[in-house]
């Protein structure tokens, strides 16, 4: 199955599962979102849910968080991975915020990711689901699903994002991106994942990535068995 075949039916499955996926990080405006966003590297976005109300609670805008000090921030974010390294991020950037911005967060690619912390990813969460711009964040794991599927050879999630903004429509990416988040979570995990029950890895998945998983220990016997069948259908058709 050709690329682009593969990407018009996983989309369709997409739509039907997720037509309206929600943002998981709970956020009021783009500052609080943009923090959260910041904040869920190396995270689950569960404890930033859980981080975020105290942190917010103290300062929710640029000015009143540029205002607290780096021990302030990092005590409020100390159960977040790198939380050292964050609280300086957040304090920097909501002072840039407030010098170069007026107190709010500009809707720029360039503008986003020239602040402090904010690296394409999280200034494509921003742009997407702040304002409503197509974009497409692609993390890791948007990253492995596109590999198991076929859809990129890509090495680091720059090209995957390039690879996938050529299969799909550029009207479909923000809310894509989150679909194949939650279909990632709940479907499609990284370990223990038995591929030949899975909605899509069941038919998307290459005989490579079969392969690979099986010996991994990671694709259960239903997935060895179907890497079995097809390299044996292969050595038929030779």
């Not at 607290?68 to 950037?93: D, F, H, M, W, Y």
């Not at 494509?124 to 409503?132: E, N, T, W, Y």
């Not at 079995?228 to 058709?237: E, G, M, N, T």
Request: glycine share 8%.
């Amino acid at each position: 199955m050709k690329r682009a075949d593969k990407a018009r039916r996983i989309q369709t499955i997409l739509q039907e599962l997720y037509p309206e996926p929600p943002v998981p990080l709970e956020h009021r405006d783009p500052f609080t979102l943009l923090i959260a966003v910041l904040l869920s590297a190396q995270c689950t976005d569960d404890r930033v849910n859980l981080v975020t109300p105290g942190l917010f609670a103290v300062a929710a805008t640029p000015e009143k968080m540029a205002k607290v000090g780096t021990p302030k921030i990092q005590e409020l974010i100390r159960t977040c991975g790198l939380a050292p390294g964050k609280a300086r991020n957040i304090s920097a950037l909501s002072k840039q915020l407030v010098a170069e911005h007026g107190g709010r967060v500009p809707d720029s690619f360039e503008a986003l990711e020239a602040l402090p912390g904010v690296g394409h990813k999280t200034a494509s969460v921003v742009v997407a689901q702040a304002f409503g711009r197509p974009a497409f964040p692609v993390d890791t794991h948007i990253h492995r699903l596109a590999g198991r599927w076929g859809l990129s050879k890509a090495r680091s999630v720059e090209q995957t994002e390039r690879d996938l903004k050529g299969l799909f429509p550029e009207s479909s990416w923000s809310w894509l991106h989150l679909a194949l988040i939650y279909f990632g979570r709940e479907h499609c995990p990284a370990r223990g994942h038995d591929l030949s029950e899975c909605p899509i890895c069941s038919w998307a998945a290459t005989a490579r990535r079969i392969a690979e998983e099986a010996r991994a220990g990671g694709g259960g016997p239903r997935s060895r068995k179907a890497a079995a069948r097809k390299k044996a259908s292969r050595r038929r058709a030779r």
